[in-house]
């Protein structure tokens, strides 16, 4: 907003001063008025997105280094598992919620620009909702939901889920709205957690009939194992692990931990 006012100030400043100066004709001084309001705005929003993106790239870092470290976790894991499966899953929850928290507090970065780029502000509310999805602090990602922008599958699933989480009537409606937005080879994760609703519901045939609206838009091996399953009426077999941490990044279900059996002795 503030870049606006600033390339209109100087716009009408370089207006006048010609026009009334008669250092040119007013047609002359509209014009130059004009390219001096759009050369501002360019220059200035230039400067903006480099800087903002500098300040995006630090929590991004931040981010990558902390799953970084859970993946090294898990990866050991892997080879020598742990014997507490619960004292494991507290242990990776206290690895997230301490990058997340510093990632959180990064986002303060952006408050002296959101004055001066629209939507702005709608954008850092949607990281912000994220990250506290992440941690697993619902009450504040209800709080930032309605200030969202809405722009990739993943953010779209987590509203999705909790409008499912707190019975919200209009799920459905927010559902057929963002399909429609979705492109060609997107929304795997949206569609698949639509028909997990169903499932849930005991609809089995509109679960069925989701995941078919689904084949048309994309190619999906884990959409497609669990048509068959539907197809051949096993819903307790449905699921959705085969999409990996975007589907456990909804806190709907928990990975299974491989635990160490106790060896028997000689």
Not at 210 to 213: A, I
């Given at each position: 907003?503030?870049?606006l006012?600033?390339s209109?100030i100087l716009?009408?400043?370089?207006?006048?001063?010609?026009?009334?100066?008669?250092?040119?004709?007013?047609?002359w001084?509209?014009?130059?008025?004009?390219?001096?309001?759009?050369?501002?705005?360019?220059?200035?929003?230039?400067?903006l997105?480099?800087r903002?993106?500098?300040?995006?790239?630090?929590i991004?870092a931040?981010?990558?280094?902390?799953?970084?470290?859970?993946?090294?976790?898990a990866?050991?894991?892997?080879?020598?598992?742990?014997?507490?499966?619960?004292?494991?899953?507290?242990?990776?929850?206290?690895?997230?919620?301490?990058?997340?928290?510093?990632?959180?507090?990064?986002?303060?970065?952006?408050?002296p620009?959101?004055?001066?780029?629209?939507?702005?502000?709608?954008q850092?509310?949607?990281?912000?909702?994220q990250?506290?999805?992440?941690?697993?602090?619902?009450?504040?990602?209800?709080?930032l939901?309605?200030k969202?922008i809405f722009m990739?599958?993943?953010?779209?699933?987590?509203?999705?889920?909790?409008?499912?989480?707190n019975?919200d009537p209009?799920?459905?409606?927010?559902?057929?709205?963002?399909?429609?937005?979705?492109?060609?080879?997107?929304?795997?994760?949206?569609?698949?957690?639509?028909?997990?609703?169903?499932?849930?519901?005991?609809?089995?045939?509109?679960?069925?009939k989701?995941?078919?609206?689904a084949?048309?838009k994309?190619?999906?091996?884990t959409?497609?194992?669990?048509?068959?399953?539907?197809?051949?009426?096993?819903?307790?077999?449905?699921?959705?692990?085969?999409?990996?941490?975007?589907?456990y990044?909804?806190?709907?279900?928990?990975?299974r931990?491989?635990?160490?059996?106790?060896?028997?002795?000689?």
């Open positions: 907003m503030l870049t006012i600033l209109g716009g009408l400043s370089i207006m006048l001063g010609l026009g009334l100066t008669d250092i040119s004709a007013w047609g001084a509209v014009l130059w008025g004009a390219l001096a309001f759009f050369a501002c705005n360019t220059a200035v929003g230039l400067l997105k480099k903002i993106k500098g300040l995006m790239d630090q991004q931040t981010l990558m280094s902390g799953q970084k470290q859970m993946q090294e976790k990866n050991a894991w892997r080879f020598r598992p742990p014997g507490n499966p619960k004292q494991a899953q507290m242990e990776m929850q206290k690895m997230q919620h301490t990058f997340v928290a510093k990632a959180l507090e990064q986002t303060d970065v952006f408050r620009y959101l004055k001066w780029v629209p939507l702005l502000d709608r850092i509310a949607t990281m912000r909702m990250l506290n999805y992440q941690d697993r602090n619902f009450a504040e990602v209800d709080r939901l309605p969202c990739e599958p993943v953010s779209r699933s987590m509203c999705l889920a909790r409008m499912y989480a019975k209009k799920m459905d409606s927010f559902f057929e709205k963002s399909a429609r937005k979705l492109r060609y080879g997107q929304g795997a994760i949206f569609y698949g957690l639509y028909a997990w609703i169903a499932v849930k519901r005991g609809d089995i045939d509109f679960a069925l989701t995941l078919l609206r084949t048309k994309m190619e999906n091996e959409l497609k194992r669990n048509i068959e399953i539907l197809q051949n009426n096993k819903p307790k077999q449905f699921s959705l692990a085969g999409l990996g941490d975007e589907w990044a909804l806190g709907l279900e928990e990975p931990i491989r635990t160490q059996r106790a060896q028997r002795p000689f």
